[in-house]
């Protein structure tokens, strides 16, 4: 069922010498597939593919597209078990997760599948008035669209992910640069989407998969001058060197690149008073969640000192220790982590708040959680840095005033949390969320930052150097923004607008004309 | 009335000892004020101060920073011809232009201040639903902004203009680095915006005014830590140098930059047949307007030979060689558009169209016209570069392979133009049409380029090199866009909610809950 090779468009393809193999994890021992890195000539023919099918793929209309869309979603569906057991011993995640990730993956593709069948997203702006140019505008694709999916999410932030989702909404073709770790995972969702291109008469090349496990397939691909965007998701090396190749085009292309966050949890004084022991309990759930894993991990909990915060860390560290270990998605990230906590235990200032010490199988990861005085946070950038795995830093403020100042210290975040039980706090402490809501993309009352909900007014991104862009989502409907751009139709004939723009509006749109939302015709 | 001096919010300046003065291009003499460049010292104290102010800007409400707006307008518009006389001595643009630009420059401020109270801008989604937090979602302001002013408009495009009344209606502070052409209108601008914050209780600091002859005053604002993006237009050189210092900043930022564009023109066989003079004396008079001085100039002309192309490069000829030249806007672009000609006319393969020969003033351009066969063209990239002044190619095609072909090979461009008089033969042209959509963020049939209405439709903006983000525009009511970023709030507390996002709707918006458009409450 996995041949290993790549997909250029619908045709397999294996002309290079390099090969790998994934990991299982949890066995420790390589699957047994074979997987043929791609060559310099064959990304360049996908990019040429996939140039050539985005001007087929771009004028199919909304419901053409949707049904892809929706194809693609039970193409992925219809593999069921076969599929998520390749995806489990590909990333040692539990077949619940392999589940409910799949569901997020087919529903997310729906969602946008809805989204253009309604198809008031391309934004429609008309401005006509006497003596004045008819001007009419509206959202239209980039062209081809770079993908690399996460490490940590091989169906919902990667081959059919939510870039290649948004992408395709969008009317762009995608080559996925396929994540080395799960590769066969990500051949056989590519199957799928083929599949489904070639039920709904989708040109060949709307979809590409290369395989990776170096970084030059990546570096082609962005270098390519038929692409003309990226989505990433990863480290902020990998991503920050993407958007510098990206840049240094001599036709510059905008990367979307999510880096990552350490998630900053703010426990207002109210918290700590009444909900301290509750709160630990589901921080320590929470940092632990698929072994730490998380872009969303809270990795950051900031409280003011006191006895209050005292229980909370006294919990936090029980309920830490006692939870189970789990596995990591490889050895290498496994590794990564141990020198990641490494670096921060040899630094000074840091006092220990709990630690699994159970025995583990190799690629499990002990969850740890320490903790540090406000000036040692401040001053010591290292306790700043995102460690990916089941770790977190407690910062222990002198007071108020410090822990703002640390609030504006921190980069840009994905998320960052108020907790709090008493609504009178919050105006005590209206600049401290301030504060933390101008770090982040999203912000969260009295949750965990765990949990991206795929909906329409989701933002998951953030400043720098949480995302390269903060303008734009990877997560939920807005998240097709990244791909298209405004163009605006003066004095054109109706005979030759697109449908989106005809005087007698016949995909019955909402439409601004004139200032006002209608989806009456002219 | 002129200082010279650096406006650091409302306080005036001059700590520096670099100096100049602006030219009076028709008298060929400089003008009598002298300007203080502003020092690294004076960006930083711009920068603090705009940093500062942004705190307390961004929170005041819609209604309070529209009635900023239109104050703005009102204190523009009360300078009467003191203001447009100055304009006319540092740019020699006509009055009426001086007049015209003026009253858009103010009217363009007032639809942003309409924009704000009715409210709707700020995008609000909101995701609720049993079972699952609750989530929404509105655009903040980015931050501090630098806006580099155009040479061309000293009013519509530079201290007052588009990116300032776009990022002010934002909520964001605004550093304008002023253009050394014409720094007595700017100061007398900004001091117009000054008063209008001081009358409107907008912070210190919420504006400021730095001169600059050199590039290091612009390279520090880019560089400095508290700016958070860059609004610009002028050459590809400058905003791709500007573009390049943004991102190898320690936190990336954006840069809007409109870079200009030859806004290639296609004449079909059909209005050769049946329009072929009219048009010709249409263009005659665009490629002059403004003494070609337009990023909308219309630089490059394609038609396929025969003898109804013959005709229109006749009268196109005749007709540029009967308007007067006019003045430009320094000695400087002046001796740049003769050296850009030169670089033209040094070129093998090209023939004469017509060109002025009257005897003119110093600092007045002779326009020229010259036409290449479309083999030429597609190999010598000269004759693809931009003239800023009165300067065009026409361009002989072999036929209709070859136009598609010289389209698809044309960088990308803020404005297309086609010509036609018989809507059948649009059919027959779907693919050159599309060909030049796909280059372009705006297209025009049967029009000029020159002149860009200020709408909510409007997209002045383009494919790289036109501008360097081309899903952005700036000019129309969504340039807006440019300076802001989405936030999701996540089951917070209707009692801190941001106006916009709260359960009643107190501010009457439009918002996307649950997918319908509506006001109503939750």
């Not at 799960?182 to 709904?200: D, N, W």
Request: a neutral charge; proline letters at 5%.
């Amino acid at each position: 069922m996995i041949t290993g090779k790549n997909y250029i468009g619908e045709e397999l393809s294996a002309t290079g010498n390099v090969t790998y193999k994934t990991i299982d994890p949890e066995a420790n021992s390589e699957n047994e597939f074979t997987f043929y890195e791609a060559t310099k000539e064959e990304v360049n023919q996908a990019a040429e593919k996939a140039s050539e099918a985005f001007e087929v793929y771009k004028i199919k209309s909304s419901k053409e597209k949707a049904e892809f869309l929706e194809a693609i979603a039970s193409e992925i569906e219809a593999l069921g078990e076969e599929l998520t057991n390749i995806y489990s011993k590909e990333s040692a995640l539990p077949e619940g997760r392999a589940k409910g990730e799949c569901a997020r993956t087919s529903s997310q593709l729906r969602s946008f599948s809805e989204m253009l069948k309604e198809g008031s997203w391309v934004e429609t702006i008309i401005s006509k008035a006497e003596g004045k140019p008819d001007i009419r505008r509206m959202l239209t694709p980039l062209g081809p669209i770079a993908v690399f999916g996460a490490s940590n999410f091989p169906f919902a932030f990667s081959t059919a992910g939510g870039d290649t989702a948004s992408a395709l909404a969008a009317g762009c073709s995608v080559i996925v640069k396929s994540h080395p770790l799960h590769a066969g995972t990500g051949e056989m969702v590519s199957r799928a989407i083929l599949k489904a291109a070639k039920k709904t008469g989708m040109p060949d090349g709307v979809f590409s998969n290369l395989n990776s496990s170096g970084i030059e397939v990546g570096q082609w691909l962005v270098k390519h001058p038929k692409i003309k965007a990226v989505g990433f998701t990863g480290s902020i090396k990998a991503g920050t060197a993407l958007c510098k190749l990206a840049a240094e085009r001599k036709e510059p292309i905008p990367v979307y690149a999510e880096m990552g966050s350490v998630n900053p949890v703010v426990i207002l004084p109210s918290a700590l008073k009444n909900k301290a022991e509750e709160w630990a309990e589901k921080y320590a759930a929470s940092i632990t969640a698929g072994t730490g894993q998380f872009c969303t991990n809270p990795g950051l909990i900031l409280g003011i000192k006191g006895e209050g915060f005292d229980r909370f860390i006294k919990v936090l560290g029980e309920s830490v220790e006692k939870i189970d270990p789990t596995c990591m998605l490889h050895p290498n990230i496994k590794k990564q982590f141990e020198t990641s906590v490494s670096e921060l235990l040899s630094q000074k200032g840091f006092t220990k708040v709990g630690a699994s010490s159970k025995k583990i199988k190799k690629n499990y990861a002990h969850q740890q959680v320490v903790a540090v005085d406000g000036e040692v946070f401040l001053k010591n950038k290292i306790f700043h840095k995102e460690v990916f795995g089941p770790f977190s830093v407690v910062v222990k403020c002198h007071d108020k005033k410090q822990l703002t100042e640390i609030i504006r210290n921190l980069e840009g975040q994905l998320t960052g949390t108020i907790l709090n039980s008493e609504e009178k706090e919050l105006q005590d402490f209206a600049e401290t969320i301030d504060a933390l809501k101008s770090r982040v993309g999203r912000i969260i009352f009295n949750g965990v930052p765990t949990g991206v909900e795929v909906c329409a007014a989701m933002t998951h991104g953030g400043p720098f150097p949480a995302t390269s862009d903060s303008k734009f989502t990877s997560v939920g409907l807005t998240a097709v923004k990244r791909w298209v751009r405004p163009v605006s139709y003066q004095d054109w004939p109706n005979s030759i607008l697109p449908k989106e723009l005809k005087n007698e509006n016949p995909l019955g749109i909402l439409r601004n004309i004139n200032g006002k939302i209608t989806k009456d015709g002219l």
